[in-house]
């Protein structure tokens, strides 16, 4: 494959902005949805926008340290490079260079980058919830990485632009959804898991340890923590759709899927309350531990 | 200004001062603007509930009247807070917590007093165990009057401190440190010479230059001399009585 050294630096710097501006309007959804389910109005069209410039412009902030400013690095970091690693219609330059390996492997980054931080923050509740977040990496892996074997299996390669090759040939029964609803479920539960929303919401719980590894952060950290989220519902949702939903042909459907993706969770969210930690656990590596298995014997059977 | 007490060199006051509009470019005009705008358009909220006013909130939250709509959301820690929702009485004990949490907030920060309490001491006014000025002890930007407040009342309150922030008018918090000495002088009344928060607001003051011709004074020459006891917290009140007579 030849090297077109312009096309790539399009790529680099288009694609994080594409992330977060998709991911800003996920935000709002979310909280829109989360309105109209306890039937309010909800928040104005540019109430995420609003939240993170505000973030930045507060006059005072405080700093736990170079540690503490480090990890925010770490962390956008990370994020910024699953976005140029994702497939979508148009950009996959670098797709074709990382595969879903690539991608498992940087999604531990930004977790890890925020216990960096937290630990310099010294605050008990951040301790408790980046060690909370950490269990729940080790619970949510567990199914996800088993969905992951399983459509390498079934569609003979890890390379995400491929997979989604594979899926537009064969049209809607080509799936990964249809052709393997089982792990296509288990990763819906690990996904709810990621993205920390309720009844897996343990290391956020605001009522509980004060919003966990977020408790010290203020000003443009606490802003660097939401330009994360956006990113990560845009990631997980996209992860989502080229595995199961067959990617985007173009932009059109290639929104509409990561939309109804990330609605799920959401939705799920505003009515379920939250488990302990250990629950959570023995759920995870119970339930959708076990459907994700049959659901790999399955497709080893074929 | 004293400059001799400050713990940190800062400028003299005449580039303490607030740079006038004229004195801006025009880039920096347009991005305060914006910084202004958004500062205006969403507000965390912190709630300190123990007073009677708490019970105003939910309305005020929830599908009835919808807050939400305004960009407010409640948050629950002071680091990521923008208002401080004081809703009703402070006892000696809570107002304590109150400084402590007001200190640990990011400015531009607001205040805002519920109900007649924090006013004047409303109904408690007899009561040897609450504060009756809130204004005394932190600077409040806006105070709802009523005992209690109704939630339109409240949402009068927010919408006319939305207003006062998108005019760059909700400053109260810039007076904490410029007239921190009289504050602490209050503050001490109350809770004893030896008192002490884990907030640096001098040396903040001096690092963002928001330091004013109150910040330093009386008051704050205090916190210098009882910051040794801080230090040797484990020494027992008497013996450091006596170790500081005997230095």
Same mark, same amino acid.
């Given at each position: 494959?030849?090297?077109?050294?312009?096309?790539?630096?399009?790529?680099?710097?288009?694609?994080?902005?594409?992330?977060?501006?998709? $991911?800003?309007?996920?935000?709002?959804?979310?909280?829109?949805?989360?309105?109209?389910?306890?039937?309010?109005?909800?928040?104005?069209?540019?109430?995420?926008?609003?939240?993170?410039?505000?973030?930045?412009?507060?006059?005072?902030?405080?700093?736990?340290?170079?540690?503490?400013?480090?990890?925010?690095?770490?962390?956008?970091?990370?994020?910024?490079?699953?976005?140029?690693?994702?497939?979508?219609?148009?950009?996959?330059?670098?797709?074709?260079? $990382?595969?879903?390996?690539?991608?498992?492997?940087?999604?531990?980054?930004?977790?890890?980058?925020?216990?960096?931080?937290?630990?310099?923050?010294?605050?008990?509740? $951040?301790?408790?919830?980046?060690?909370?977040?950490?269990?729940?990496?080790?619970?949510?892996?567990?199914?996800?990485?088993?969905?992951?074997?399983?459509?390498?299996?079934?569609?003979?390669?890890?390379?995400?632009?491929?997979?989604?090759?594979?899926?537009?040939?064969?049209?809607?029964? $080509?799936?990964?959804?249809?052709?393997?609803?089982?792990?296509?479920?288990?990763?819906?539960?690990?996904?709810?898991?990621?993205?920390?929303?309720?009844?897996?919401?343990?290391?956020?719980?605001?009522?509980?340890?004060?919003?966990?590894?977020?408790?010290?952060?203020?000003?443009?950290?606490?802003?660097?923590?939401? /330009?994360?989220?956006?990113?990560?519902?845009?990631?997980?949702?996209?992860?989502?759709?080229?595995?199961?939903?067959?990617?985007?042909?173009?932009?059109?459907?290639?929104?509409?899927?990561?939309?109804?993706?990330?609605?799920?969770?959401?939705?799920?969210?505003?009515?379920?309350?939250?488990?302990?930690?250990?629950?959570?656990?023995?759920?995870?590596?119970?339930?959708?531990?076990?459907?994700?298995?049959?659901?790999?014997?399955?497709?080893?059977?074929? | 200004?004293?400059?001799?007490?400050?713990?940190?060199?800062?400028?003299?006051?005449?580039?303490?001062?607030?740079?006038?509009?004229?004195?801006?470019?025009?880039?920096?005009?347009?991005?305060?603007?914006?910084?202004?705008?958004?500062?205006?358009?969403?507000?965390?909220?912190?709630?300190?509930?123990?007073?009677?006013?708490?019970?105003?909130?939910?309305?005020?939250?929830?599908?009835?009247?919808?807050?939400?709509?305004?960009?407010?959301?409640?948050?629950?820690?002071?680091?990521?807070?923008?208002?401080?929702?004081?809703?009703?009485?402070?006892?000696?004990?809570? #107002?304590?917590?109150?400084?402590?949490?007001?200190?640990?907030?990011?400015?531009?920060?607001?205040?805002?007093?519920?109900?007649?309490?924090? /006013?004047?001491?409303?109904?408690?006014?007899?009561?040897?165990?609450?504060?009756?000025?809130?204004?005394?002890?932190?600077?409040?930007?806006?105070?709802?009057?009523?005992?209690?407040?109704?939630?339109?009342?409240?949402?009068?309150?927010?919408?006319?401190?939305?207003?006062?922030?998108?005019?760059?008018?909700?400053?109260?918090?810039?007076?904490?440190?410029?007239?921190?000495?009289?504050?602490?002088?209050?503050?001490?009344?109350?809770?004893?010479?030896?008192?002490?928060?884990?907030?640096?607001?001098?040396?903040?003051?001096?690092?963002?230059?928001?330091?004013?011709?109150?910040? #330093?004074?009386?008051?704050?020459?205090?916190?210098?001399?009882?910051?040794?006891?801080?230090?040797?917290?484990?020494?027992?009140?008497?013996?450091?009585?006596?170790?500081?007579?005997?230095?």
């Amino acid at each position: 494959m030849d090297f077109d050294w312009q096309h790539m630096l399009i790529e680099l710097l288009v694609m994080p902005t594409l992330a977060f501006v998709v $991911g800003l309007v996920m935000v709002l959804m979310a909280r829109r949805l989360r309105a109209r389910i306890e039937r309010r109005v909800g928040p104005p069209f540019w109430q995420p926008l609003w939240d993170i410039l505000k973030l930045y412009s507060k006059r005072t902030q405080v700093s736990h340290g170079h540690m503490h400013e480090i990890s925010i690095i770490v962390l956008l970091g990370g994020m910024i490079a699953m976005e140029v690693f994702l497939p979508v219609p148009g950009f996959d330059t670098f797709a074709h260079h $990382g595969d879903a390996l690539t991608l498992i492997y940087l999604m531990m980054v930004p977790t890890l980058g925020m216990a960096l931080g937290v630990s310099a923050c010294a605050n008990p509740n $951040g301790s408790i919830g980046i060690a909370r977040a950490l269990t729940a990496m080790l619970a949510y892996d567990v199914p996800f990485i088993i969905t992951v074997a399983g459509a390498a299996m079934l569609y003979g390669t890890t390379s995400l632009p491929e997979i989604i090759a594979i899926q537009q040939q064969q049209g809607l029964e $080509g799936w990964g959804a249809v052709q393997m609803p089982l792990l296509a479920l288990a990763a819906l539960i690990s996904m709810q898991a990621m993205l920390g929303k309720e009844p897996f919401e343990i290391y956020v719980a605001p009522a509980e340890i004060a919003t966990g590894p977020m408790t010290e952060m203020s000003g443009k950290f606490l802003g660097s923590m939401f /330009i994360m989220q956006c990113f990560q519902l845009y990631t997980v949702s996209v992860l989502y759709t080229t595995l199961f939903l067959g990617g985007g042909e173009n932009w059109a459907t290639f929104l509409i899927k990561i939309f109804v993706v990330v609605a799920i969770p959401m939705t799920l969210t505003n009515i379920f309350p939250r488990y302990k930690t250990e629950a959570v656990v023995a759920w995870l590596w119970k339930w959708p531990t076990a459907i994700a298995l049959v659901g790999l014997f399955v497709v080893m059977m074929r | 200004m004293n400059q001799q007490n400050f713990p940190v060199q800062v400028a003299p006051l005449e580039s303490c001062r607030e740079p006038g509009p004229e004195e801006r470019s025009m880039l920096r005009k347009v991005l305060d603007r914006v910084g202004q705008y958004c500062q205006s358009r969403s507000l965390f909220v912190l709630h300190y509930c123990t007073g009677c006013g708490a019970i105003e909130l939910p309305p005020s939250m929830t599908s009835r009247f919808d807050l939400e709509r305004v960009g407010m959301q409640p948050m629950v820690t002071p680091r990521q807070a923008d208002i401080l929702l004081i809703t009703g009485y402070l006892s000696v004990k809570t #107002l304590k917590r109150v400084i402590l949490t007001y200190e640990q907030m990011q400015s531009p920060k607001y205040v805002m007093g519920f109900g007649s309490c924090t /006013i004047n001491g409303g109904m408690y006014w007899n009561s040897y165990a609450t504060v009756k000025r809130l204004g005394d002890y932190i600077p409040v930007d806006t105070y709802i009057a009523g005992c209690m407040p109704r939630p339109e009342a409240i949402q009068q309150g927010f919408l006319d401190l939305i207003e006062r922030i998108d005019g760059g008018r909700a400053v109260a918090w810039k007076d904490y440190y410029r007239n921190y000495d009289r504050y602490l002088g209050h503050q001490q009344h109350l809770f004893g010479r030896d008192w002490l928060t884990p907030t640096d607001v001098v040396g903040e003051a001096a690092h963002y230059r928001l330091a004013g011709d109150g910040t #330093l004074g009386p008051h704050t020459a205090l916190l210098d001399q009882y910051a040794g006891y801080h230090q040797a917290w484990g020494v027992p009140r008497e013996q450091y009585a006596e170790l500081e007579a005997s230095s």
